[in-house]
């Protein structure tokens, strides 16, 4: 069964860091354009971050340049959100999301990716 599974959310006071991963089960994350999203109550799903399969090629959304990192582990089959800086605004539902064709260029376009996690909750709060 093909999976993708969030973990690393949890609540944050302003100013502060987590790391969200995304680990594969079922398939390879290999040769895979990777993305996160992000979900805030009564709001559309956003592109937060992407990454291509060798890593050579990210793409972020202007609301988290310089904040965010996206990083990937092949050996590991994770990917890596590194969130530093946060503020409230980045309250959401995190989702990692997969594309199904392979060695594609990083594009933060929900259509482009076919497996979904299920979501890991961030809550910037003082």
């Known amino acids: 069964q093909l999976q993708l599974v969030e973990s690393g959310g949890g609540l944050v006071q302003p100013g502060g860091a987590l790391r969200l991963s995304c680990a594969a089960s079922g398939f390879t994350l290999d040769y895979r354009t990777i993305g996160w999203f992000r979900q805030a109550p009564g709001k559309e799903r956003e592109g937060v971050a992407c990454?291509?399969?060798?890593?050579?090629?990210?793409n972020y959304a202007d609301s988290v340049k310089g904040r965010f990192t996206i990083s990937r582990d092949n050996a590991k089959n994770t990917v890596y959100l590194q969130m530093n800086s946060l503020e409230p605004e980045d309250t959401a539902v995190y989702y990692c999301?997969?594309?199904?064709?392979?060695?594609?260029?990083?594009?933060?376009?929900?259509?482009?990716?076919?497996?979904w996690g299920q979501g890991t909750q961030v809550t910037v709060s003082s």
């Open positions: 990454i291509s399969s060798s890593g050579g090629n990210t």
């Open positions: 999301a997969a594309e199904a064709q392979l060695l594609r260029l990083c594009v933060l376009a929900r259509h482009r990716y076919d497996y």
